[in-house]
């Protein structure tokens, strides 16, 4: 079984700048999909970012981007400019290649300040 | 595209009554899944189907629980009975499975079992 964890329950960040969320995950499998979904207080999950396990070169969307480490299990996520719309819950999310299943970590807690 | 549409958005019952939560998943999407958020457990996989089938209901809590696909445009998710600890935020997705995998997730049905 696959896992993921989130090491940092909560986290703060000034307006415009630059903040990195952890995730680590274990598994077995060698080709699989990894996620950041972010749940503002309106409570909507909403697709941030997508890693595909096979592709090296980190995932970018705009202000937000991966930090994508395979040996090590690592999938951190970089929010630049950081905008007081950021401030949500963020989860980091697994699925194996041939599955169709999300595992979820714990969530991290973000609050963007003026 | 209206996204994955859920009813209700809330709802309040007593010890005992049946509840019944409902999708609509986003049309030409062939996979939905029903997940529960607490803050215990966090967001947990309660079932899945492909195809309108049943694949893996593995995180079914128990037998008081039952999810149903009559068809690719509508699903529920049904307690009888529920117990105060069902409180929780239920939250039906939607992929197309084959495609990117990208589950989209619908606003969420926050239930309080009293």
């Not at chain 1, 499998?29 to 979904?37: A, D, G, K, R, V």
């Not at chain 1, 991966?66 to 950021?86: C, E, M, P, R």
């Not at chain 2, 215990?40 to 195809?51: A, D, P, V």
């Not at chain 2, 629980?65 to 935020?89: G, H, Y």
Request: charged residues 20%; neutral net charge; glycine residues 6%.
């Amino acid at each position: 079984a696959q896992t993921v964890t989130q090491s940092q329950p909560e986290m703060s960040v000034q307006e415009a700048e630059t903040v990195t969320l952890s995730c680590t995950y274990d598994t077995s499998e060698s080709n699989y999909y990894l996620f950041w979904y972010k749940q503002p207080p309106s409570r909507q999950m909403i697709l941030v970012i997508r890693q595909e396990a096979y592709k090296q070169q980190n995932a970018t969307e705009n202000r937000f981007s991966v930090n994508f480490q395979k040996a090590a299990k690592s999938f951190s996520l970089k929010i630049s400019d950081s905008q007081l719309g950021d401030t949500a819950m963020y989860f980091c999310a697994f699925m194996t290649h041939a599955g169709n299943m999300l595992t979820f970590g714990g969530g991290t807690r973000l609050m963007v300040k003026p | 595209d209206a996204g994955v549409i859920q009813s209700p958005r809330h709802e309040v019952t007593e010890m005992g009554q049946e509840v019944t939560l409902r999708c609509k998943p986003i049309s030409g999407h062939n996979s939905l899944f029903w997940y529960r958020q607490t803050m215990m457990r966090g967001l947990e996989l309660l079932i899945y189907f492909n195809n309108n089938v049943p694949i893996d209901d593995s995180g079914m809590p128990e037998d008081r629980f039952s999810a149903k696909m009559p068809n690719a445009s509508f699903s529920t998710l049904k307690i009888q009975p529920s117990e105060p600890r069902d409180s929780a935020v239920y939250f039906c997705a939607s992929s197309f499975t084959g495609g990117q995998n990208i589950q989209y997730f619908g606003a969420g049905t926050r239930l309080s079992v009293l």
